[in-house]
């Protein structure tokens, strides 16, 4: 006998897969969104004028890069209620991403700074410009552009990232085809259209990102270095 494929089982499962592709973007987006400004505090903290202060940061980011993120979702949400910080699995799950992210792109920060020459520095320092007005004004709109492509990697290992949540009962992609499969006794079509999402959200994100970059450049009127 021929193996029956069933297509109609596809058909079924369709909108739930959509539904919980839904809940993957919006766990993606929203815990990416935390990661960035997290980034930002995180790499402010490792360049402050106190030590100590730069250290404890500098250590906080290296732990962070080196230890699971699995381990730090069930860090925040299985833990965290112990020291009195009690989080729904949306909030502890957008947290530990948030965090987790944050630290990696505390270092893609770091490139794009270093990215700026250093005449630019000195200029602002000669023209005696204030920390905010040199940062804001002068050396972030220099050193974003540089930080893009770092940025986009990381969105996309958000991307697949997300279905660690699922151990904290976040309802997202993976979890809810695993969930079909087991329901429908067939496991090849919610993990093959649930892994088509995945590529064409991930495709969708970088072209987007690459031509943010694009439009940045141009406005700033950098090189783009890919041509």
Same mark, same amino acid.
């Given at each position: 006998m021929g193996f029956d494929w069933q297509w109609d089982y596809s058909i079924e499962i369709l909108p739930a897969l959509l539904h919980a592709t839904i809940?993957?973007?919006?766990?993606?987006?929203a815990g990416f969104a935390v990661a960035m400004v997290l980034g930002v505090v995180f790499l402010a903290g490792q360049r402050t004028r106190y030590p100590l202060v730069s250290w404890l940061f500098r250590?906080? @980011?290296?732990?962070i890069r080196t230890t699971p993120l699995l381990v730090q979702v069930f860090f925040v949400f299985y833990v965290g209620p112990q020291f009195g910080v009690l989080l729904s699995?949306? @909030?502890?799950?957008m947290t530990a991403i948030g965090v987790h992210y944050?630290?990696?792109l505390?270092? @893609?920060?770091r490139g794009g700074l270093y990215a700026v020459p250093k005449g630019q520095w000195e200029a602002c320092k000669a023209l005696n410009l204030s920390p905010a007005r040199t940062y804001l004004g002068i050396i972030l709109p220099q050193a974003f552009p540089p930080c893009m492509p770092g940025i986009?990697?990381?969105?996309v290992g958000c991307f697949k990232d997300t279905p660690v949540l699922s151990v904290i009962a976040v309802t997202e992609l993976l979890?809810?085809?695993? @969930?079909?499969g087991t329901m429908t006794y067939r496991y090849l079509e919610p993990y093959t259209?649930?892994?088509l999402i995945f590529l064409v959200l991930s495709l969708i994100t970088v072209a987007c990102l690459s031509m943010a970059e694009r439009r940045l450049r141009k406005m700033l009127g950098l090189p783009d270095h890919r041509h």
């Amino acid at each position: 006998m021929g193996f029956d494929w069933q297509w109609d089982y596809s058909i079924e499962i369709l909108p739930a897969l959509l539904h919980a592709t839904i809940n993957t973007v919006i766990a993606t987006f929203a815990g990416f969104a935390v990661a960035m400004v997290l980034g930002v505090v995180f790499l402010a903290g490792q360049r402050t004028r106190y030590p100590l202060v730069s250290w404890l940061f500098r250590e906080f @980011v290296e732990f962070i890069r080196t230890t699971p993120l699995l381990v730090q979702v069930f860090f925040v949400f299985y833990v965290g209620p112990q020291f009195g910080v009690l989080l729904s699995p949306w @909030v502890a799950g957008m947290t530990a991403i948030g965090v987790h992210y944050g630290a990696y792109l505390s270092e @893609v920060y770091r490139g794009g700074l270093y990215a700026v020459p250093k005449g630019q520095w000195e200029a602002c320092k000669a023209l005696n410009l204030s920390p905010a007005r040199t940062y804001l004004g002068i050396i972030l709109p220099q050193a974003f552009p540089p930080c893009m492509p770092g940025i986009s990697l990381y969105l996309v290992g958000c991307f697949k990232d997300t279905p660690v949540l699922s151990v904290i009962a976040v309802t997202e992609l993976l979890n809810t085809a695993s @969930v079909l499969g087991t329901m429908t006794y067939r496991y090849l079509e919610p993990y093959t259209i649930a892994g088509l999402i995945f590529l064409v959200l991930s495709l969708i994100t970088v072209a987007c990102l690459s031509m943010a970059e694009r439009r940045l450049r141009k406005m700033l009127g950098l090189p783009d270095h890919r041509h």
